[in-house]
């Protein structure tokens, strides 16, 4: 890009030599039109003075818009757009650095990634509830009736993890006299302790509704994290789309601004060749005419520019998270940005490794994760309940109302045994949970085939794209040669005012074309980049 404005430098002896040579009368033969239009300059009918002097004014009009560089075009459409300067403390060139960090930190969609997974957190949180230890109370005392007793009961339970079990002990202790058919009532003056624990055996045994539920919340939480990480993925590589598209659009305005700048000294030149009346004033209608092409297409840079910009305060922040409409004054200068050698990739590693980092597989497979455990537990469903359950109750205190029955450390064991006849609903959702998880394993294979051909093509678009940039370096290379040795032939009275036209603007769609290549270089290698996850340019997630 350094090269590219040696154009400027290349025209500036010609247009000094128009003010002055005594043979200016044979350099405005004709107008070349851009090489896209049609070149019918050289055919250009004599003009009348009427219409002549009207031009001239449009000119004068014209010229105190477009006199200094890059100031905007007189066009009113433009005039009434919204300026683009940022806040005065934002100077200096604008680096991708920059822009990658603030998208970062203040683009909405990462932020709402980021609420997504404190939300995903607390679904973890809640699930894990189901193990919290919990203390319960209950008791009564009969107010009124021929009966006094009077109870109070204390329980600590915890359920676990192994085995579906649950750990559970309490404190009882009861005062007076109950009916017969409440006399499991009665405590020792100091009441009774107890403890006891259940355990599943079958059914419940290595999956029930509380452990999945706290397996599924923390698949669901790897899920929230991977779709974090494919959304910074995605809002980086179209912020490094979005500041080249910017940075390119500005140096496209640079190669217009100065071929109508030579078209406007130029001018100039051939206004004080016809004061003298070396030539025809006719050459300043046809000077007058490139310069209203060469004006369009600046205009037109100009809005390409303004729009770029635009796009890039998406993704450029100030500290409160409101956009910033970068100025052109923060284009950086080609010694500060990444040269386009640079982006060659010399070692890429095997696919297989690249298509390893891939968020979107780690996201099926965490899905596919959740669907087999769902499969397990519709499996459990099916099976039959055996419960075991061992109890210990000891009492403490001297003998009260119910007497020296209740005077004891007493040992229980028990069971509870139950088995499902008709259980088509849970075949049903275990049919529908394998259909599930089978469908997700074909997805995730298509995604991984679709993903491979990808990296394929943008490799071949990467190599492709850094050949095309160097071959248009080497045309701007020969464009500017050709336009030195036709200044030169024109200086020496072997050339004309029309291939000296045709010159310039050979050598300006050539720059032009050199930045399209390095657009779509630096493109290709920011869309390698997201493929392969490479956060070290995509910069780290904040």
């Not at 025209?11 to 090489?35: D, H, Y």
């Not at 007189?74 to 009434?80: D, I, R």
């Not at 298509?446 to 080497?474: C, P, T, W």
């Amino acid at each position: 890009m350094m090269r590219l404005n040696a154009l400027a430098s290349a025209a500036a002896g010609f247009v000094a030599w128009t003010a002055s040579a005594p043979n200016a009368g044979l350099a405005a033969g004709a107008a070349a039109q851009p090489v896209q239009e049609a070149k019918s300059a050289q055919n250009a009918q004599p003009v009348q003075d009427a219409p002549y002097v009207r031009s001239q004014q449009r000119l004068k009009a014209g010229e105190t818009a477009f006199s200094a560089r890059r100031a905007p075009p007189a066009a009113p459409s433009l005039k009434s757009l919204p300026p683009v300067s940022p806040p005065s403390s934002q100077s200096g060139p604008l680096l991708l650095d920059d822009v990658l960090r603030s998208s970062a930190a203040h683009f909405p969609t990462i932020l709402q990634a980021f609420a997504n997974e404190r939300a995903a957190a607390g679904d973890v949180l809640t699930a894990d509830g189901a193990f919290d230890l919990v203390f319960a109370a209950d008791g009564f005392d009969r107010v009124s009736g021929v009966w006094t007793g009077r109870v109070v009961n204390t329980e600590l339970r915890q359920n676990l993890r192994p085995l579906g079990g649950t750990l559970y002990g309490g404190y009882r202790r009861s005062d007076g006299f109950f009916p017969i058919y409440e006399n499991v009532n009665f405590t020792n003056t100091g009441g009774e302790l107890k403890v006891g624990a259940i355990f599943s055996l079958l059914r419940d045994r290595a999956i029930d509704d509380r452990r999945f539920r706290t397996a599924d919340a923390r698949l669901a939480l790897e899920q929230a994290e991977l779709d974090s990480l494919l959304i910074h993925i995605g809002v980086q590589h179209r912020a490094i789309l979005a500041y080249w598209r910017w940075v390119i659009a500005g140096r496209q305005l640079d190669v217009y601004d100065d071929l109508l700048r030579i078209a406007e000294q130029r001018q100039a030149g051939l206004e004080e060749q016809v004061r003298r009346g070396a030539i025809a004033e006719i050459f300043l209608a046809e000077n007058l005419q490139n310069i209203m092409r060469r004006q369009r297409l600046a205009t037109q840079a100009r809005r390409d520019f303004m729009t770029a910009a635009n796009a890039l305060s998406m993704f450029y922040r100030d500290a409160a998270g409101s956009p910033l409409i970068p100025q052109e004054r923060r284009l950086p200068p080609d010694e500060m940005l990444e040269p386009i050698s640079a982006l060659d990739i010399s070692a890429a590693p095997p696919i297989a490794d690249a298509l390893a980092q891939r968020p979107e597989l780690a996201r099926l497979r965490v899905a596919l994760d959740r669907a087999r455990r769902r499969i397990e537990l519709n499996r459990n469903e099916l099976q039959p309940r055996f419960d075991v359950r061992a109890e210990v109750s000891h009492d403490l205190g001297d003998i009260a109302e119910g007497g020296s029955t209740f005077d004891s450390t007493d040992a229980i064991v028990g069971f509870r045994f139950s088995v499902p006849f008709q259980r088509s609903e849970a075949r049903g959702r275990l049919q529908k949970a394998r259909a599930e998880a089978e469908a997700l394993t074909q997805r995730r294979r298509e995604a991984m085939e679709r993903m491979e051909i990808e990296l394929r093509n943008i490799l071949i678009d990467l190599d492709v794209s850094l050949q095309v940039a160097a071959i248009a370096e080497g045309e701007v290379e020969q464009a500017l040669i050709m336009q030195r040795a036709e200044n030169q032939r024109f200086a020496q009275g072997a050339s004309d005012f029309f291939l000296v036209n045709v010159r310039e603007e050979t050598a300006a769609d050539t720059r032009i074309r050199l930045l399209a290549a390095e657009l779509e270089s630096r493109i290709a290698r920011a869309n390698y980049d997201a493929a392969t996850v490479n956060l070290d340019r995509l910069g780290e997630p904040q």
